[in-house]
């Protein structure tokens, strides 16, 4: 247990549904950050949560949408995707994003979505 | 801009060998900092080893140690006697304040797999 826990582990959805992922932290940290991770990519910054301000938005298409009610919680809404959004998506915290940069991230386990 | 290169797409060892993990790095930042994690096949990023630019001294912690020169912008990473626990994929980080952000940037990932 890393202190970030992301339900559901795995998720099948087909391109017309809706469905949402669940990141959860009780570290106190005020900074909160989806990545995403395909096969042979790169690690891809998705949205950054700063005192439950979204900060950056790395280009994301809309289909994504995040959301941040408080600093423990942090959702990502997922609509109309594309098989090639299949990935392990990544949530991860720190103690603010300064602190990110010195000393790295907390990740949760991922929530393995495909979309079939 | 800042890059990290691990050329080693895949490893594969027998189990009791020792095995080094290349990193390099490029950055224009004068101060920066440096991580490896770990994800096995749970999928959460472990967090391993933090340096930042100014402390070149090498670390040891059990049978991992690190090896960080700015001559030559690396930070590699040797597993002496490896074992089957060690299987996982193994990333760089390199994060700075390019441009005022603080946003790390990830290696492709290292996957090593030690046989029994």
């Known amino acids: 247990e890393t202190g970030v826990t992301q339900t559901p582990r795995h998720l099948v959805m087909g391109m017309t549904n809706k469905k949402s992922l669940k990141c959860e932290q009780h570290?106190?940290?005020?900074?909160m950050y989806w990545y995403k991770q395909s096969a042979k990519k790169p690690l891809e910054l998705m949205f950054v949560?700063?005192?439950?301000?979204?900060?950056e938005n790395n280009s994301v298409p809309s289909r994504f949408s995040p959301e941040c009610p408080n600093s423990s919680h942090l959702f990502l809404h997922l609509h109309t995707l594309q098989p090639e959004d299949s990935a392990l998506y990544l949530c991860?915290?720190?103690?603010?994003?300064?602190?990110?940069?010195?000393?790295?991230?907390?990740f949760g386990s991922g929530t393995r979505l495909t979309v079939v | 801009a800042q890059k990290v290169t691990q050329a080693q797409t895949e490893i594969s060892v027998v189990e009791k060998e020792d095995v080094t993990l290349d990193c390099v790095y490029e950055t224009r930042d004068t101060t920066y900092y440096l991580f490896w994690y770990k994800q096995p096949p749970s999928g959460e990023l472990v967090f391993l080893i933090r340096r930042n630019s100014f402390d070149e001294q090498n670390e040891i912690s059990g049978r991992y140690s690190w090896n960080f020169q700015k001559s030559t912008s690396s930070f590699n990473f040797t597993i002496t006697a490896s074992q089957v626990v060690d299987s996982a994929v193994y990333f760089c980080?390199?994060?700075?304040?390019?441009?005022?952000?603080?946003?790390?940037?990830f290696g492709r990932g290292t996957s090593l797999i030690v046989h029994p």
């Open positions: 980080a390199l994060s700075g304040r390019s441009g005022g952000s603080y946003i790390p940037t």
């Open positions: 991860a915290s720190s103690q603010d994003r300064s602190w990110a940069a010195q000393y790295g991230y907390t």
């Open positions: 949560y700063s005192l439950e301000e979204r900060v």
């Open positions: 570290l106190g940290h005020n900074a």
